[in-house]
């Protein structure tokens, strides 16, 4: 019952074959156009997943899996992952393994910081060519380090030469953190076995990947929405792109021989150390990519942009939108005449971007560029089985 609780709850569509899932998306409110081009993978498509660790049904505090319930309603329990369609079984069978060595560990998990315990979330990444990435978070609590490093050790046996061998991990990465979210540079990533990074392919480019890197959870789809970036850019020969929130620099690579000239801006120092690597790699040369928060970097680079060169630009921001700053520094610049706006929840923050975009001049905040113009917005569907719809809206002036 709660697999199937938990599978209704996260992937709400998982019951219906996938035209019907289409229909549905088509009638949604949040979706602003029909006619999602069809998903080339369906089940078992997120190369990322991560897993709770928590209370289960049966009571078992030292349980791998995702919540169902809530906080307010006092009735949150952590459900293994085994009827979701969209997780791969590689993903499955690496949660299962850190389960069975939660619970041969003398160790307990940390639930709530305050009250102790160790062990906290798992992180899976894969790729199409088999590499694996595991990344577990711990609470170090009053351990010293020699008790650290036996903890360590003990992970390590586990998934190299105990049960956790069946796994086959490219890479197994441990934090300690005494946070709900650490970047590496607040608690830096410890390799304890395998390759740093795990590569995946697309649009015939290969990509090197950190362990706290973006890159899009659905790789199959994210080929067809780039390939419509692509297109709708209408980028040629003179075209300058600005890929801002890059990445490990997906989106500015796979255009970047169709443009003079890319720059890609991310957050994520590592991410930016995969893009510039993923640029030589590929033998690619004329991308240029810059690490610090959009809202630094942007307003610094537009506001002496002097290049006769059209400029068009491609956003890509987490849930929480673009910063201001950015937004204003895009709306003032005059060389930017389209823009791609890529957003996995358009009905939230990212609302907000698309209003201050598009209004009328306003001197008060900032924004007296002349206004853009919503021209088109495409539908991606790159979860499938969940009621969520990526979406590429393309504004012009």
Known sequence: VALSRLADVATPLWRLPYAEQLQVRTRSPRILCPGCPLQPVINGYRNKSSFSVNQGPDGNPKTVGLYVGTGR???IVCVRADRMENIP??????????????????????????????WRELVVRTGRRGDTMAIVTFHPQQL???????????????FTSGPGAVCALTSLYFQES?????????????????????????LGLKFRISPDAFF???????EVLYREVGKLSQADGDTVLLDVCCGTGTIGLSLARQVSRVIGIEIVEKAVEDARW?????????????????????????SAWEHERPLVAVVNPARAGLHHRV????????????LLYVSCKPEGEAMRNFLELCCPPDAQ???MGEPFIPALAVPFDMFPHTDHCELLLLLTR
Do not use: W
């Open 73 to 75: 309603g006092g009735n």
């Open 89 to 118: 079984t590689k993903h499955k069978q690496v949660a299962q393994s850190y389960e069975q060595f939660l619970r041969l560990s003398p160790l307990q998990p940390c639930l709530l910081f305050h009250r102790g315990g160790h």
């Open 327 to 338: 937004v204003r520094a895009i709306r003032n610049c005059r060389a930017i005449r389209r």
């Open 278 to 302: 993923n640029a030589a790699f590929n033998g690619i040369a004329n991308c240029e990519f810059h690490a610090g928060k959009a809202e630094a970097v942007l307003p610094r680079l537009l």
């Open 178 to 202: 005494t946070m709900t979210r650490c970047s590496h540079e607040q608690s830096p990533y410890q390799l304890l076995f395998g390759e740093q990074h795990i590569f995946e392919e697309l």
């Open 216 to 222: 899009q959870v659905n790789t199959r789809g994210a």
């Open 365 to 367: 905040r900032k924004l």
């Open 144 to 158: 010293g380090q020699e008790a650290l490093a036996a903890q360590k050790a003990s992970l390590k046996d586990f």
